[in-house]
Every structure is written in C-alpha cells, then in structure tokens.
C-alpha cells in the first residue's frame, strides 16, 4: 500500500522533527481513511499519544502539521485530535493506474504465503444424495478463500470431506438389492438412489426386519466384503461424476477427495494415544473427552457397542493433514450449527498436546439458506437441487438478454456466465455468518448490487476501450482531479487491502463489497466525465483509468469465480 507507506513515512518524520524522539511503530499504525474525503485522503489520530507526551491531542496533530513536509501532498489539517493529509490528485492517479496497469491480474498479490500450506476442508457432499443448496454456501465460500490464499501464494490443498460412511450406506444397498436394478440406477442416477432410500425408510416403519438388513449390509462393507463394496464404490462413482458437473459449473477443482471412510484403519492409533495421554474417561459405557473445565460438554469418541462418530474420524483426519502436509492453517467451511463440534474437535487436539490447534485451525462458519421466503428441509421434502438452480439460473439470464441485448452473439456462453455469476454473487455479497435468502428478481437485477451488474460494468469498460482503442498518447492525469475521478481511484486503491482483510478474516464478501464500490464509482465517472474527448492526452488518462477499473474487477470477480463477458 504505497499511499500508506509514505503517508507513515512523513508523519514518522514530522514526529521525530517536532518531539525530539522516534514515533513509537504501535501508533503510527493506526492511520485511518476518512469516511467523508472532505476530512482528507488520511486522517491520523492523536488520541494514543497524550498519555505518553503529556500533551492535548490537538496539540499533538498542530506540531505534526508544523512540521509535516511532503511533496506527494497537496495540503494538511488539523480537525480536533485528528491530522489529516490530503494526497496530490495527479500523483495519487499516476501511482494507481500504473501500479494496476504494471501488475496486470496480479494487482493486490502478494508473496505473504510463499511457504506455507492451507488445508481448506469445504463441500463435502454426501454419498447417494444429489447436491442441494444447502452445499451451496461451504462450495462457493471454500472455493473463493483456495482461489484468495493461492493469489496470496499460499500452497492450497482442498479437501472435499466426503460423508460416505455409516449405517445409512448399508440401508442404501439393501434398499438396492430388494428393488433397484442397473438399469435403473443408469437411467436415474443419483435420483434413483434417493428414491430408495426414501421407499426403504418408509418401507421400514412397517417392516423392522428391513433395518437389521441395512445393517447386515454395512456389516459387510465394514468386513471388506467384496460385492457390498463394490455396489457402494459404485454408488460413490456415480454421486461424484452428478457432482461433477456442478463443479465444472462453477470452476471448482480439488485435491483431495478423502472422505471418513478414508480414515477407518487411522482412528485405531488416535484412540489408543488418547488411553495412553489418560484423557478417555468412561460414560455410560461409552467413552468421552472430559472438557468440563472448558464449560463444554465431554467429546464422545467411542459409542458403547464401540462404534466410532464424526469427532474420532476428524481427529484423525486432522493428524493426518498436519502429517502430510504439514499446514500453517486449516480451515473447516461447514454450518454454524456445528461450531460445538468443532470446540470440543479443537480442544481434545490440544488436551493431547498439539498446540498447533489453538492457532492454525479455524471453522469458518456460515448461515443458513432459504429459497424466496421458504426455508428448506430435505427431510420435509422441501429442497432445491442445485444442478436446477443452476441451469435455472441460465434460462433465466438467457431470456433476459434476449430482452435486454437480442443482438448479442453467443447467447449461452453469456447467460451461463450471467447466470451463474448471479448465484455466486447472492451467496458472497453478504458476511458469510449471516443467513441467505434467495431470490431470483434480485440476483439477476441489472440495476442493484448484483453480479449482473458488476459484469454490465466490465463490459461497459471494454466498450469504451474498443472506441478509444486508437489513442496512444501519453496521459495527462490532471484531468482525474475531480471527485468522481478520485472516488474511483480510491475504491481501485483499496483493492490489496480487501483482499488482505478477505484473507485475515476468511470472508470472500469483503472482495465482493471492494467490486461493487468500484463498478459504482466507475459508473459515475462514466455518467459525469466525457471520457472521449477531442483532448487525447485527457482521454488517454480516462482511458487508462477505465483500463484499470476493468481489469481490478476481472481479477477481484475471479477470484470469486465470476466470469466476466466482454459484452453484454
């Protein structure tokens, strides 16, 4: 953050030249951006340092001001406790654009990752049910924080947790065995399977033999039996290649597949050094972590009939991710609902002494989902597959270009990316902690903070930069000193520090709000300022400014995985 940099750098000077001492390095991080420009491009707080220098804050920022000297700024003032700067304008336009320009889709990378690995657990799809929007927030959320780290130079490692393991898997294939056949399981897919497990349970209400069946049947893949295994391969061959295509979708790839059937001969060696650290206790015959002292309940590891659950397997995927790729941070994208889980998870691991834990893992926690005022419930068959909210989002965008724009060429390559851009858009436009209702007139609204929109801006910038594609004069960045050029500007400054923030605090919104800020002021240049003028070093300036704002949007709309159409 140039700006920053030598906004600190004179301020440091001018405090050691006006007290006779160093500034102290706790302080001047506290520089602030002014909300209101009127109040300066900076503002630096004094409050800090009048206990220290015995002396009023208004008097602090008036011999900061007395002995302030920089060329790269135009004026300073002092407003109460605060110092406030103000940047030259056309020094200010000339650093951004170029520093945008010269990075080109690296503007706001960083090598704050080289050497270090991040485990991103997200998705995590069950095995035999189709995909549905309640996976929508983990996928779209993990993906876009691999796509943040790895900009960051991070080495990523995505991890889908698959959930194919226990006594539903043995209902599933007794349900197989008494009714389906592979013809049917070819023509149906996942939906076929679905359709069983739901006759079964039905079935089973009234026949209770049925359960004893699925469970004979998990029996047999917890045996290694031969064709109980095959059928279950074969069910977890077909929900990935469904799942599948959503991904290619919405351009999401992992590494590792490794879900808790992965984990069956490494929960063995996680119990036995829990005997051996004296953390098991006995409960009901079962056996727990006793976490009373953390005003949490005991962490059940093994059922009474021995059985393992979900803490034992995350146990041992966690020693295993730190064994084999040794990371620096895992993060854990799955339901708010599920943050005990993951206290009691992250607890037990540092009772076993592996500090690592308290630091380097983290759940990243998210809200619930509802459709158009409806929440959803796959029990209460209330549920949005979304594969068909996906390919219902691209009819949707197709009929309105045809509207909108009916002599644009490759309607389907631009309706899948306005389509699908609006879906991930909804999903990422708000902290993730908080609940999503979706709702098409919004999504794919033009007019509001939308993906749609953003995109309509990147095409607008394209627009204009094919019509001034012949100006090659050098240019004159005075022209980008009034308020909408600055405006602008500012929001295109902003962008390394959103990604950052976006990163520190795992929440790909902040990129999304820092687009939409600069699609909005670019608007707004756009409408005030005539950016083809017969002046061609004024309109080289404007152009390059546009320039600049197109590709800070692709770069921020990528790494959320938003296509950008050239038009629209």
């Avoid at 300066?40 to 002995?67: H, S, V, Y």
């Avoid at 033999?209 to 064709?227: C, M, P, S, T, V």
Wanted: aromatic share 12%; net charge negative; with cysteine.
């Amino acid at each position: 953050m140039y700006w920053h940099k030598l906004a600190t750098k004179a301020i440091a000077e001018a405090f050691e030249k006006g007290f006779s001492r160093p500034a102290p390095d706790n302080v001047l991080q506290t520089l602030e951006v002014p909300p209101d420009s009127s109040l300066g491009d900076f503002a630096f707080p004094c409050f800090k340092l009048a206990k220290e220098l015995r002396m009023a804050p208004p008097k602090i920022a008036q011999t900061l001001k007395e002995n302030f000297s920089s060329t790269q700024f135009e004026r300073t003032e002092v407003k109460g406790a605060y110092f406030n700067l103000f940047v030259n304008k056309e020094a200010f336009a000339s650093s951004v654009i170029e520093d945008v320009l010269s990075s080109g889709d690296r503007y706001g990378s960083s090598d704050l990752g080289q050497g270090k690995t991040c485990c991103i657990d997200f998705s995590s799809i069950n095995i035999a049910k189709r995909f549905h929007i309640g996976h929508l927030s983990t996928t779209l959320i993990g993906a876009a924080l691999a796509r943040i780290y790895r900009f960051q130079n991070w080495n990523v490692v995505s991890i889908n947790h698959l959930g194919d393991w226990g006594t539903q898997f043995g209902n599933m294939i007794a349900a197989y065995k008494l009714w389906g056949n592979p013809e049917m399981i070819e023509q149906g897919g996942v939906q076929a399977l679905s359709d069983l497990y739901v006759r079964f349970h039905k079935e089973a209400e009234e026949d209770k033999a049925l359960l004893n069946l699925g469970r004979e049947w998990f029996k047999k893949i917890e045996d290694g039996d031969e064709e109980a295994l095959s059928i279950f391969n074969y069910f977890k061959e077909l929900t990935l290649k469904d799942a599948q295509k959503v991904y290619e979708l919405l351009g999401i790839e992992f590494d590792s597949y490794a879900g808790e059937s992965f984990y069956n001969d490494k929960m063995t060696p996680v119990i036995d050094e829990l005997r051996q650290k004296d953390l098991l206790t006995e409960s009901d015959g079962a056996l727990v972590v006793d976490l009373s002292e953390l005003d949490m309940p005991p962490c059940l590891i093994l059922k009474s009939d021995g059985a393992t659950l979900y803490a034992t397997r995350d146990l041992a995927a966690a020693l295993y991710r730190k064994k084999t790729y040794d990371f620096s941070k895992c993060l854990y994208v799955v339901a708010y609902q599920q943050d005990l889980h993951f206290r009691q998870l992250f607890a037990v691991l540092k009772k076993m002494g592996y500090s690592w834990a308290e630091s380097q893992m983290e759940h990243v926690a998210f809200g619930m989902v509802s459709y158009e005022g409806e929440s959803l419930s796959t029990r209460k068959g209330k549920v949005i597959y979304l594969d068909d909210l996906l390919k219902k989002a691209q009819e949707k965008a197709y009929d309105i270009l045809l509207e909108k724009s009916p002599g644009i060429k490759d309607k389907d390559t631009v309706a899948r990316q306005v389509g699908i851009g609006a879906v991930i858009y909804a999903t990422l436009q708000n902290n993730r902690i908080k609940d999503i209702d979706f709702w098409w007139d919004r999504a794919l609204n033009f007019d509001g903070e939308t993906g749609p929109y953003v995109q309509y801006t990147y095409a607008r910038c394209q627009s204009v930069l094919q019509k001034g594609a012949e100006v090659q004069d050098s240019p004159d960045y005075t022209c980008l000193e009034s308020a909408v050029s600055q405006e602008a500007l500012k929001n295109l400054y902003s962008f390394p520090k959103a990604l950052q923030d976006a990163l520190n605090r795992n929440e790909p919104y902040i990129i999304t709000r820092c687009i939409t800020d600069i699609a909005k002021s670019y608007n707004r240049f756009y409408y005030e300022e005539r950016i083809l003028t017969e002046n061609k070093e004024q309109t080289a300036a404007r152009l390059a400014l546009t320039r600049a704002v197109a590709q800070t949007i692709k770069t921020g709309c990528g790494l959320l995985g938003i296509e950008m159409p050239d038009k629209m």
